[in-house]
């Protein structure tokens, strides 16, 4: 490919392995959240919140699916983003950049400001701006230097979770069935019913807990980001989708299982971190200092991968001519290295306005929490785009089709079903009172985008 002046132009070097991208994925996916015994969940539906995980799992399998199908005929970076405006509208493909580039820079922030928390457990009196500073640099030079310097960063980030959440399930099954730690009496099943039932907050809760589950598995279509510097991208998408979901499947319904297993669920705001109270109880001296380094590494996850994710989306925007011409750069290493400098800005920028705003106020505080929770609608725009864009991209590849070995399963049933159930589940988060502002907030978000690409349009025309 040749710029406009005829010289050779360069482009994002294809270093990824299926191990990294798989690692990558597992590591956006898997947060800070389940580590700290987040009970937003549990506490609107009880024990059946395994069900809400095990639900919107199969709608994230079939958006991976979708998503696999076509990028084995086009791995770009920012698949799903060309997907948008080929097979829909330019808008859909707009919305879905800028969308994940917000939600990668709100997860950033929150990441940042997660790892400051976290480091005081060991250093008390360090302030939280410079722990933040020192994070957003250490990240922006790994993603500086090479993307496979990333992807190796992110894979032991990723390893030490997956580990911890291993180990974190095979000692609660044997808390359950052997008793380790309770004198050898077993738990057993009981507290998954006997608290109220297994359905505590009946169907509303239910869905109620789903809107909260699609926030936690938010982050795992940056495999359709990593396709365009995978070293052999045919082979890496089919095999990183065809192991990850499942593997995110049992690493969060199991942790979730060992937790409302053994802990009654209506008594976890008492229990702390589920995590540390079950290394606790079977003898593992140390315990909340090991899982406060899991967390911190966790943390870490979350804001390496929103700088790797958010950085290739405005080089694509870049490139497409929909933002500055200087944020498609790439460096000497073959990273847009003017992306990445501007989202760790964006990263810096948030982290500076959390300290002076909660310095000032308490309720100015509470006003970054809105801003992190409204993200998870802009986080949805990239499934519901690539679930309506495979029912086009089927129709324009018929040929391609016949020989295809990844095809989306029950085509177009599944994909009908998986976009009724999105729609279900954002509709019950503006009647949630306590998802509806952060939620319009999402929403808010993407009125002005669309505002701001029908202007540009009407400029370009004019």
């Known amino acids: 490919m040749k710029s406009e002046q005829g010289k050779p132009e360069r482009q994002l070097k294809r270093s990824l392995t299926s191990g990294q991208m798989q690692m990558i994925a597992l590591g956006g996916t898997i947060?800070?959240?389940l580590?700290?015994?987040?009970?937003?969940?549990?506490q609107w539906t009880g024990p059946s919140v395994l069900l809400a995980y095990a639900f919107v799992g199969i709608l994230l399998y079939l958006v991976m699916r979708a998503l696999g199908e076509m990028i084995f005929i086009n791995?770009?970076?920012?698949s799903f983003a060309?997907?948008?405006?080929n097979y829909i509208h330019p808008l859909a493909g707009y919305l879905t950049k800028w969308s994940n580039v917000f939600q990668y820079i709100v997860v950033g922030i929150s990441e940042v400001i997660a790892v400051s928390t976290y480091l005081n457990y060991w250093w008390p009196n360090l302030p939280g701006w410079i722990s933040g500073v020192v994070v957003i640099a250490t990240l922006a030079f790994a993603n500086l230097t090479s993307a496979k310097a990333y992807g190796t960063m992110e894979f032991y980030f990723a390893m030490i979770k997956v580990v911890t959440i291993i180990i974190m399930i095979v000692l609660g099954v044997m808390v359950i069935f052997l008793g380790l730690g309770n004198n050898w009496h077993a738990i057993g099943l009981s507290n998954l019913w006997s608290h109220g039932?297994?359905?505590?907050?009946?169907?509303k809760g239910f869905i109620f807990a789903l809107s909260i589950v699609v926030g936690s598995y938010q982050g795992i279509e940056v495999l359709g980001i990593t396709a365009g510097e995978a070293e052999h991208p045919k082979h890496a998408i089919v095999a990183s989708i065809r192991s990850i979901v499942w593997r995110i499947l049992i690493f969060y319904i199991g942790a979730i299982f060992v937790i409302v297993t053994i802990y009654p669920w209506n008594q976890l705001d008492a229990v702390g971190s589920p995590f540390v109270e079950t290394f606790s109880k079977v003898g593992i001296s140390g315990a909340a200092g090991i899982i406060n380094f899991v967390v911190l590494t966790a943390a870490m996850s979350g804001a390496n991968s929103g700088i790797y994710s958010s950085s290739r989306m405005l080089f694509k925007l870049s490139k497409d001519g929909e933002t500055a011409k200087s944020l498609s750069k790439l460096s000497s290493h073959q990273v847009p290295y003017v992306s990445i400098l501007a989202i760790s800005g964006g990263i810096l920028l948030g982290l500076i306005l959390n300290t002076v705003f909660s310095a000032l106020s308490k309720s100015t505080a509470d006003l970054f929490v809105l801003v992190y929770s409204s993200s998870v609608l802009p986080g949805m725009v990239p499934w519901f785009i690539i679930?309506?864009?495979?029912l086009r991209f089927r129709a324009s590849n018929k040929?391609?089709?016949?020989?295809?070995?990844?095809k989306m399963p029950l085509y177009p049933l599944t994909n009908y079903f998986a976009l009724i159930s999105l729609?279900?589940?954002v509709i019950f988060m503006f009647i949630n009172p306590d998802t509806r502002i952060s939620v319009c907030i999402g929403a808010g978000f993407l009125v002005l985008l669309s505002i701001i690409f029908f202007v540009r349009e009407k400029k370009h025309q004019n």
């Open 31 to 33: 947060g800070v959240g």
């Open 35 to 42: 580590f700290m015994g987040s009970t937003s969940t549990i």
């Open 75 to 78: 791995p770009t970076t920012g």
């Open 82 to 85: 060309d997907y948008a405006t």
């Open 197 to 203: 039932g297994f359905f505590t907050g009946g169907v």
């Open 387 to 390: 679930l309506f864009s495979e």
């Open 399 to 406: 040929a391609l089709m016949a020989e295809h070995p990844f």
């Open 423 to 425: 729609v279900i589940i």
